[in-house]
């Protein structure tokens, strides 16, 4: 499924990430980059050790919730990762909504400065950090909506969706 914003466009596939041809594919990491389960294990396996030993020299510090950083993609198709850290949702009262928000947010704007004209993005803290699948993508899809009404290159936003539940929520939104 397509929708044409502009010049720009957002899609939605149900698949791996890991398999993506964009030029950046997001990561949803962890606040230390230590690699871990989900899409981050997935990614790190396909990618190869250089991603790891990129992020511990470029960013010892980690990353913090709602931010994001950039490396070479290694063995992967994507030219770049770009490991975003979602918040872990603890209710709501956390300030999650605006966290995930700045996460889409930073990732795009950090794509941008890199001239990326195509990133793919997982449903960042869907799956570990337990994010409401329906209010993520909510946020998911407003702020990747917002990002192309602001920007005026023309850029493809490609959501990798790893179950048809994910896929029907995405596109139901997408809809609206
Ligand atoms: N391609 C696309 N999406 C995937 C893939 C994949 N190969 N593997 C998993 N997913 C989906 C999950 O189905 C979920 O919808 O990515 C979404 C995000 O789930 P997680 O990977 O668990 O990420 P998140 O909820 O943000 O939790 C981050 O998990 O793996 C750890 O190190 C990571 O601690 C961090 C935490």
Request: with cysteine.
């Amino acid at each position: 499924m397509q929708v044409r914003i502009g010049d720009s466009v957002i899609e939605l596939v149900l698949g791996d990430i890991t398999e993506e041809k964009t030029d950046a594919i997001v990561n949803a990491a962890n606040s230390q980059l230590a690699g871990g389960g989900g899409v981050d294990g997935a990614i790190h396996r396909a990618a190869g050790p250089t991603v790891i030993q990129q992020t511990n020299e470029l960013y010892p510090q980690g990353c913090p919730t709602g931010e994001a950083v950039i490396t070479e993609a290694g063995r992967l198709k994507a030219k770049y990762i770009i490991h975003t850290v979602g918040p872990v949702w603890r209710g709501g009262k956390h300030h999650e909504e605006a966290d995930l928000r700045s996460a889409y947010r930073n990732c795009l704007e950090l794509a941008a400065r890199h001239g990326c004209q195509s990133i793919a993005f997982p449903a960042i803290s869907t799956g570990v950090y337990s994010y409401p699948l329906d209010l993520a993508t909510e946020i998911a899809i407003s702020e990747i909506r917002q990002f192309l009404t602001d920007s005026s290159a023309p850029i493809l936003i490609r959501c990798v969706l790893f179950n048809e539940g994910i896929y029907g929520a995405y596109s139901r939104v997408l809809e609206q």
